[in-house]
């Protein structure tokens, strides 16, 4: 096959992880190894950096600071959430991508998101086919949320499960450490989906983590919530922890946490949050009891300094088969992660999936891994997450503090009036 | 001098910390060599379990049990806050626990905790002395306040201190990642000290900290919080990291969460929390600007995987030395940290200081120290905190998670029936 010369772009887009900048490292490293690229540039906030033509020159970055990316969380060029349009309907923004792309001579299209992120990195590919730009485009996944279809696992997901379990098995040591009642109510995030929330049970492997775990896959109500709780408090001298995903709704559809905020991001989903002090204060209604809620807010998403080995590795791996992909003549597709299990023990291969079968869509936990009447899950979810979640991998210390990377961020525009 | 032979008795009290149990440790390992102590108990619930004869026979522990407590968060014997009466008033509890330490004939008493904790250890040595009952009582500082008065700093303060500062350069990078504003506004815990909220600057040592942080040792203005929220804003595009400590208090006294609640625990306290949601509302609102309002709850006092090794280690000999002390005659004291710079190399002397000077005192961050008009702190506050915050010390892995200390907790209880 022909040998595709030109420039690669690389975007990074929706909720930044811990492990994001690993897969940025990975397409990085890998694409200025490649002679057929001849640029590699790094776009500021995704899809809008493309449009508004800043973007910058990753080869004039030190190799060095390149992969301490592996260990700094967020999304080091800047992240967006901006929804293309359907471009039968308005095709301005392809039409500039466009005029970017040939500007720059750009044939290759490296994308990181999420759902709605392959849902651009899908419609960017079609558009460049149908435009006859030959650019050959590929998605990384990258979500907590653990929500992408095709994928056995996504990164970022097990290092914010890994922080999840850590951190509740660390407060359930805290919250239970006085003679006396304690219900803590804990907030993890995951959308709509409950994978992330779920890993709340690998805190409970040798018997100190969550007592009650609520996912958005079964319909909450809050009578039965405030019961579970009542049940556990009668066998514990009133001490409880019950984990709850943003994302629960009751029977009508409707997110419980929605009586707090009627706020909405861009692509029209309800924002979260809130919802572990409303519980909170339900129990402490109900039952008397002293309540504590806890939000794991941003540091479930960033705690870099807990992340998972194997998520870390994963996603530095999955940056680097995107870029292989491409050199080698496959476009459309997103990277996506088959397990392999050889003697009980975990191994993950990489292999290109068509884009439209990722974007816009969300994998749930499957119902018969959610046991204990709706607040546990089975050995099942504990044994598909447990090897995600193994071994430590963090920056350097400097100063007692983990030194994250430094990018000159050179800018990559032409300037047209020189 | 006539060694005294007897039992010992440890009782953790107050708010855990990350190295409660590393003081924990280090008292039992020593007291445990030690032949002049017969027995070494650990209580339930500090004071209330040795009025209730519930404590446990350490020497039953495995050693490497008893390790794995210096790396253990919580206190694991579980702890209280129980305020003991003036013994001139109501000698009840007193009476008790001397009746309790001849029929046990406890010699050694040692108390871990903070200024309320200090107060019933020295409450309890003047009874004891006066009663004619030979003990030796020591107490062993513990707070994440950082407040106790004698000592340079707290075990605790600064694996706290080093949540805090690594969690804020995380938070920075997630929360400034899109090209939209965000102010968070972050609370941390250390009651009526701003020791710990200042180690935010810690953060902004190379420059990704926070933007501005507010202790309680200056009266809070709304008015000026909003404006100086503002001025970080207009200059930054509208992002702002803003740090407040619960303990803030308007100048006529009275705490800024206590609109949020009106609890207080039974040492009178208020009982602070929901202040950062208070106030991102409050800059929502005069500014339209989106805010997120994130506690670090109990995570900052209970986050041993990211627990300082000075922190660790200096916690586990002031344990050591509480019993060497007592061993060698010393009694009515509590053990406290004087600093020494040798070469601008920090290490960290043991002495005993008379335990009265420590009950119920609160010790403040220095006036000087305060600088920007009141939201920031100077370099004399980074070179106190940064020698504290050094090294890794965590426990070992199994399944990936933390390995805690899994203790028999074998009852001490003599059965009088039998």
């Not at 996504?154 to 919250?175: H, M, Q, R, V, W």
């Amino acid at each position: 096959m022909k040998k595709l010369v030109g420039a690669c772009i690389f975007g990074q887009s929706g909720g930044p992880t811990s492990v994001i900048n690993s897969s940025a490292a990975g397409v990085f490293a890998e694409a200025l190894k490649q002679d057929c690229v001849t640029k590699v540039y790094g776009a500021a906030h995704g899809i809008k950096g493309m449009l508004n033509e800043e973007f910058y020159d990753m080869g004039q970055e030190d190799m060095k600071e390149l992969l301490l990316l592996k260990n700094t969380p967020s999304s080091a060029l800047g992240s967006v959430r901006y929804k293309l349009a359907d471009y039968t309907k308005d095709p301005t923004d392809y039409e500039r991508l466009l005029e970017v792309f040939k500007k720059y001579n750009i044939r290759y299209f490296f994308y990181n998101g999420g759902n709605d992120s392959m849902d651009t990195c899908n419609k960017v590919s079609k558009f460049m086919a149908q435009s006859g730009w030959e650019c050959r485009v590929i998605g990384v996944p990258k979500t907590i949320d653990n929500d992408l279809y095709g994928t056995d696992h996504c990164p970022g997901f097990a290092s914010a499960a890994k922080y999840i379990a850590t951190t509740i098995k660390e407060i359930n040591l805290d919250a239970k450490v006085y003679d006396t009642g304690m219900v803590t109510i804990i907030e993890a995030m995951g959308r709509n989906a409950g994978w992330l929330t779920a890993s709340a049970a690998l805190a409970g492997l040798d018997g100190n983590g969550a007592d009650l775990i609520y996912l958005p896959e079964v319909p909450f109500s809050m009578e039965k919530f405030i019961n579970d709780v009542k049940a556990v408090c009668a066998k514990n001298g009133n001490k409880c922890i019950a984990v709850v995903s943003e994302g629960i709704k009751f029977a009508d559809g409707k997110y419980v946490s929605e009586a707090t905020t009627s706020a909405t991001d861009k692509f029209g989903h309800a924002q979260l949050g809130g919802l572990a002090a409303r519980l909170a204060d339900a129990v402490k209604e109900a039952t008397g009891i002293k309540t504590r809620a806890i939000e794991f807010s941003l540091m479930q998403r960033c705690a870099a300094h807990l992340a998972s080995k194997v998520d870390v590795e994963e996603a530095f791996k999955a940056g680097q088969k995107a870029v292989k992909l491409a050199v080698s003549g496959v476009t459309d597709k997103m990277v996506i992660f088959k397990r392999v299990m050889k003697n009980g023990k975990y191994t993950c291969v990489m292999e290109p999936m068509a884009l439209e079968l990722a974007a816009n869509t969300e994998k749930t936990v499957p119902q018969n891994w959610i046991i204990k009447d709706g607040t546990y899950v089975s050995k099942e979810y504990i044994d598909y997450a447990l090897p995600l979640i193994q071994g430590d991998s963090k920056a350097p210390l400097e100063n007692g503090l983990p030194r994250f990377a430094k990018l000159k961020k050179v800018s990559g525009k032409i300037n047209d009036k020189k």
